[in-house]
């Protein structure tokens, strides 16, 4: 079982849809959460950190479960610019140094 | 503001011959690594480096060495490069010696081939 779990996807949605990744993640022991954004062929860019009270930057809403060890990434009024892979990412202390697990990513197509 | 630079971009190689990839940050962070990212699977870390001088193996360091001699440069050096080995590699960079919530900044990748 990988460490992170996504959907691979793609996802495609039209213009103004609402659209939501969920990942999963197996170590309870896990630290921090985060979402990265990866367009193609391209670097990782921090989209968002995760909160167990849940936060939201614009468009974007992000939910931790702990108990459940569930995060989610919601986005309202998709935009074609939203065109991406999502990463979902865990910071887990192991081995003697704080390491990030990333997922495999889910990919999003936005349509007009 | 350059923020992490690697070279080269692109690179195809045969088996059995040696390499170096360059990661250079001017961000004066502590933090540096070197990840792997292959079609279907996560970022996979390679080594990484909390200062000068020291470095440390990740998840997947076998066939792979790194140095750390000054703040700014991280190269990856393949000894022996292996068809296994190709991928598209990020080196990255963060301030401090722990995530935490701080972002990890990437370079733009090096897309590596070996035949």
Redesign the interface.
């Known amino acids: 079982r ?1 460490e ?1 779990e996504q959907d ?1 996807g793609p996802f495609n949605v039209p213009e103004g849809a609402t659209v939501a990744f969920n990942c999963t993640y197996s170590n309870s022991a896990s630290q ?1 959460f ?1 979402w990265y954004r990866q367009d193609c ?6 989209l968002m ?1 995760v909160y167990s009270s849940g936060n939201e930057d614009g468009r974007f809403t992000a939910q931790l479960n702990r108990a459940s060890q569930y995060i989610s990434l919601l986005i309202r009024d998709s935009k074609l610019s939203d065109s991406a892979t999502y ?1 979902c990412v865990v ?1 887990l202390f192991s081995g ?10 889910t990919r999003l197509a936005v349509h007009p | 503001n350059a923020g992490v630079t690697q070279t080269p971009k692109f690179q195809v190689l045969k088996t059995g011959q040696s390499m170096t990839l360059q990661c250079a940050q001017d961000m004066n962070h502590e933090y540096m690594s070197w990840y792997r990212q292959d079609p279907g699977m996560g970022l996979r870390l390679i080594h990484y480096s909390v200062g000068a001088g020291i470095t440390d193996q990740g998840e997947v360091p076998n066939g792979y060495n790194v140095s750390r001699s000054t703040t700014e440069d991280f190269p990856l050096r393949l000894l022996s490069a292996a068809p296994s080995q190709t991928s598209v590699y990020f080196c990255a960079s963060s301030p401090g010696t722990g995530y935490s919530n701080q972002p990890q900044h990437f370079g733009d990748g090096t897309r590596l081939s070996i035949l």
């Open positions: 990988k992170v691979p921090s985060f062929r391209k670097e990782p860019k921090l950190s990463l910071l003697g140094y704080n390491k990030l697990i990333f997922g495999a990513g």
